[in-house]
Each structure stands twice: as C-alpha cells, then as structure tokens.
C-alpha cells in the first residue's frame, strides 16, 4: 500500500476543492493556485501551498540514479547541470576524474538516464528509451540507438557476454543481438492476462524491489534465461474512468482483492540453445507467490529462487539443476504472523560459489547468514537488536542493500545499530562477525560498494539537511563530496523540530517529532495536527530530510505551523524500522494496535500545557487515512477533527498480498474485517471529516470513499468531499496544491488556527 510513483498521470487539471454535505453546513474554500492560508504568528507574508510544490522549493536535485563499473570504481550517475537539465555523469574514484558522459537534451528519444546499467566488460552504458534502447559508449561517449520494433519495452538487462540484451515486450520476453539488432522471441503467449518476465499490478506493487524489474534472470555461461510467469486469466478487472475526454474513457486494472483469485505463478527455463522452456518445480506447501527475484550460482549449475505460500507464513528459497531437471530446497523460513517476504534478497555467492550470504528477520530482526550452497547455516554473521535496511525505497540500488567485496572478505550495509531514527553505513567481517561504522555524521547513510571494493558512494540527509553524496574509501575514509542537493528556494519558516520518546500503555519505547510554529510561545495553548501513517512497511520519525519521503511533511509543517498549530508524528506498532516483533501486534486487526500507541502519545501531548488537548485532529494518506477513520470512529472524544486521504474504508476492497500478510482472509478472520469495515460503522462519527481521493487511484480504489460518501449520505453525517481528477494514488501537481489547501482551511475552520 505505499504510496509509490507507480503510473503518470495523463493529465493534470487544476482541481476546486468540491464540498459534499449530506447534512449542510460551509463549504470548503477552493483551492485555486492562489490559495493562502491563516496566518499564525509565525510569518508575515506566508507561503501558499502552489509556492511549495514548485520544482527546487524545498530541495534542489542533487546526485542520483547510480551505477558502478562492475570490475573498477567509476561510477555513473544523473545529475542536474547548471541550467538545471538532467545529464548522466561519471566519476572515476580513482583518479577524481569527472566528465558528462551524455547529455540527452541534444538527443532525441526521450531517454530515461536514472535506466543506466553497465555492460558485463564495463566498456558500454545501456539506457532505455521511447523507441528503443541506447549504448552508451563509456570512453567516449558516443551513442548507438538499438531500435526496437513496437511498444516500449521493459525488465531489460545483458546477457553475460554483453553481446546481446534480454527485454520485454507486450509481455513476451525477447532478446536482440547488439551487433546487428537481429530479434528472437522467446516466449509467444504473451497478453494483456499472461505475463512473462514482467510484472503484474499486484506483484509490482507489493513484491517488486523496482517499477517494471526484470523477474528473469540470465545463468553465468549464457544458455538459460530463468523468468517468472504470471496467468491473469482469473483475476479480476478494476475500472478507473479518465473525465476529461467526451465521452470519459475507461481502463482497466487486473487487480486481486482479498480473498478472491491471484495471478497464477510458474517458473520457467528457457534453453537459449534450443528455444525449448521447462518449467520449474515449485514447492508443495509454498506455491502461491514467487518473489521476483533470481539468480544463479557462479558455476552456472544451479538457478535459486524463492516462493511463498499465501499466507505469508512460509518461504523457501529453491535451488533448479538444469541438468537434472530437479529443484531442491536450501532455506525454509517460517513465521506463525507473516514473513517479510517484501524486505527478502537473492543470496549473494561468495567466490566461487560454495557458499553465500543470506538475508533473514527470523530473530526479530533483519541480518546477515552464511551459509554452505548445500543449505548447511556456517554461522549467523550480524546478530543484535538492530536491523539491516533493504526496502528499495531506501537501499541507493533496489535488489541491493548489501554489497561484498571481490575477494569475499566484507559485507557492506545501513542498518539501524546506532538508533531505529538513523541509518549508518556499517561493514561486517564475514568470517568473524567484526562489525565497523564506516558513515560519519547522524542522521541517514545508504551506501553502494564500488566493483573494485575500493571505494562507496555514501548519501546523507538529516532533518534539517539536504541530502549530501560523498564518495569514501571502503574503511569509511571521506574521499571528497560528489554533489549536494541545493538548499530550499523558499524561506521556509523557522520551525523547531523535536524527537520525543514516549511510552507505550505496555512500556515500550515509541518515537515521536513534535513540530513547534515559528514565534511559538509557551504560554500559549496550540491545537494539534497529528500527522500520521501507521501502517507496515514505512517509517515516519527519523532524522531524515523531509522532502525524500512520501508524506509531504515540510509542506505540512510549513503551512499547518503558519496556521498556528504544533504538528506531531509518532511510529506505533506495525510500522517499520524496529524489527518484527515491533510489527506483529497489528496482527488480525489493521488499526488497533496503532490507535492504542498513538493514544499513548496524545496522553504524552495532555501533559504540556501548551497544548490544547480540546483542539486535536489527524491528518493521513492512504493507510494513514485508514487510521484517521479509524481513530474518528473508535476515539471520537480525543480526534475533533480529520483529514482521509485515499483511504482503504473496508479492507475487504483491498489487494490480497498487503491485506492477507497481516490480515488473512475475511473467510479466515471475519472478526478483523468486520472491526475494519469503518463504512459500517460510520455512525459512530461525531467529527466532519475531509475526505480526499484521487479520480483515477488504481490502488486504493475510489470505490472506498464513494461507499463511505454514500453511507454517510445515507445516515445524515455531514463530511467534505475533494475529488483530485486525472490523479491516481499519488498527489502531484495541481492536486497535491489542491490537497494541501483544503487540509489547512479545514483544520483552520474545524480547530481553529489560532493559539489561545
């Protein structure tokens, strides 16, 4: 349910804020690109919602996209020019050399630059592009289109000698021979319901390390191309309806809700020799997922794999002999709630291949194993109540948060040793364990290891500053900083922002970030905007920049402070970044354990006497919206007022891999999804709320709030509606400006803006 940049939008209209009462009452004020808002004591000329969503407002863009040589330490990279245009640099760790190695404003094709992968040799760059790829040269920089006949194509990558490419198109998997562009199809039952190679809405969404990875994978010599299969034929179709042709058109989206029908996964072989594909075995009691995620022993006699059963309650990494025809299992994980299967890895060899390191959160918490390439466990080689960070949206490399050296001594990876609020850069001694802190600062390291072992690219942010990327030698000595994301354009308030570790009702620690307008007194009583999300895998409190996450919060705390309220965050149970253990209390009921911590810390907000505990409302996106509804239904004398943004209003409308992990099925657990159903339960509202959804949201799908709207049309519950047309699960834009209004007129009109 992350709120991923997974779609473009079509098109972007300028969006009123749209008042809906089913019982009367004052409109909303549109939000048009003047909007402003109350102004607090904080600034005398406050910024406006469009200022904030302009390009550079609150960070300039700085390095990104980056990609190691695989044998030296040259590293490519996207990075603005001084105009602002976006070219593809390289840097020569070892030498500091710095050059533009393309600079695609000259070229026609609209080149995707941060698609930059390396060939085999390291002597050519592969981009993809509109009509087709593009090599690179890596001396020169001369480039070569590699036309590709048709629709765009996608899950690209080299075959093992460089001379050719694998790609997918119309979800069939082909290959090109560079040298003079011949095409050989590989699979032909490609359709808008068979996907080979490629991933569907659910997989991409839940499962995949990257937006359109490729779910195949190449064995060292060449002859084979492992890939996934994904059959459609029984899953359902979501509509979602673009208003602004005449007449308004329709598309489709093959999407599973909860307990109905998955797409069927296979494994299958192809023999580039003999264009013949073989299908893999998969386990018995683990067949209902297969991670897109594969790849090969170095010796090329073995392709591993991982599969899940639909519960989330097993999983098997599997290793397939080609020879043979036979697969075995090497690794089983269980868990009696739900296996991460999402924060998994391929096994990374060591050498020759005898053994491997693998990836495991079976102690509670996510570290490194080694084991013999038979399945025999050598020894656990990081161990602590800490974890090592893998989620792509934080890893610099997706599919990669641990990198090794050539020489199979030194794994390198950002783990959370230090505090769940950071992130540092460590290296652990394989043979030993030894574990050192190569990152400096505090704050949020994520590094990536150079093909040599000699160098890393380390990018740091902290909560007041922008991300910085350094290059360091391998032992963590700072080399010099390859760029730095330019500061805010905007004169941002001067607001104090605080990390606050409150308890629990059971005693544990729970981290908190309490937002102080600019000009605050505290002699004053301030209402509260509790800025949440609650749910698994995201984090919200850490001392990260702002502007790097999904939440939108330097905007939020800009205009809700100039308004005149605190803002507070808090991470409850089931959010990420404190292992398992932290997660699994939100088991069987999404929202409960949350609340209760999160009441925790409103009893925490009641004993400042600057805070007004008569003036609190929530604000939240997606499953934060979930959770202000939520809170609303089941805390209606603490929450006066909330804002429910693309929210899940019954989880029974839900995808089936999210909502099954911590939920089952309703069949299974029609308690849980009985107390989640907050459609039903709407009479239990006594705040207005302000719902919010995108038009064309293809992941929590309109139909949640339409229920909601009709129910509490049905019951006479007055509410605000603000449609955002031509917007799915991410607010850009006019909508995202459109958004931010409405939020803060509403909370000025429902709290009450001003300090008393």
Known sequence: MRSTFTRTALAIAAAAAVAVSAAGGSA?????SGATVASGPASPTPITPRELVQPGALMGEGPSGFAWDPKGAVLAYVAPTADGDDVLRT????TGARRILLDPGANPGAIDLTSAQWSPKGDSILLTAGDGLRLVDARTGAMTAVPVAGDAVTAVGFAPSGGSVAYVQDNDLRTIRLSDGAVTRLTTDGSATVFNGNLDWVYNEELATRSAQPACAWSPDGRYLIHLRLDEAAVENHPTTDYQPVPPTVSWTLYPVVGTANPTATVQAIDLATGTSTPVPLPDDADEYVMPLFTWSPDAREAF??????DHTVLELRAWDPATGTARTVIRETDPKWINENSYVAPIFLGNGDRFLWLSERSGFMHLYLYERDGTLVRQVTAGDWMIDTPAWNVLVPGRPVFVDPAGDWAYFSATKESPLQRQVYRAEIATGRLERLSKDAGFHFGAL???????VDQWSDVTTTPVTWIVKADGTQVEVLGRSAPPALDLPDVTREFVTVKAHDGTDLYAQIVLPQGFDPMKRYPVVVHWYGGPTLQMVSDRYGATNIFNMIERDTLYTQAGFIVWRLDN?????????FETPIFGELGKAALDD?????EYLRTLRYVDASRIGTDGKSFGGFLTLYALENAPTVFTAGVVASAPSNWAWYDTIYTERYMRTPAKNPQGFAATDLVSRASRLVARPLIIHGLDDNNVHLQNSVNLVQQLEAIDKPFDFLPLPNLDHSYHGDGLVAALAASTDY??????GAAR
């Not at 840097?91 to 070892?94: E, F, I, K, M, W």
């Not at 999160?598 to 409103?602: E, N, P, R």
């Not at 909370?747 to 009450?752: C, D, I, K, N, V």
């Open 91 to 94: 840097y020569d760790a070892a």
């Open 450 to 456: 150079s093909g040599d072992g000699r160098f890393l």
């Open 305 to 310: 794999y991982m599969a899940e059963d639909r």
């Open 573 to 581: 149970r089931g959010m990420f970044g404190r292992g398992h253990a």
């Open 747 to 752: 909370f000025t009109r429902e709290l009450g």
């Open 28 to 32: 909303i004020r549109g939000a048009a």
């Open 598 to 602: 999160q009441l925790a810390g409103i």
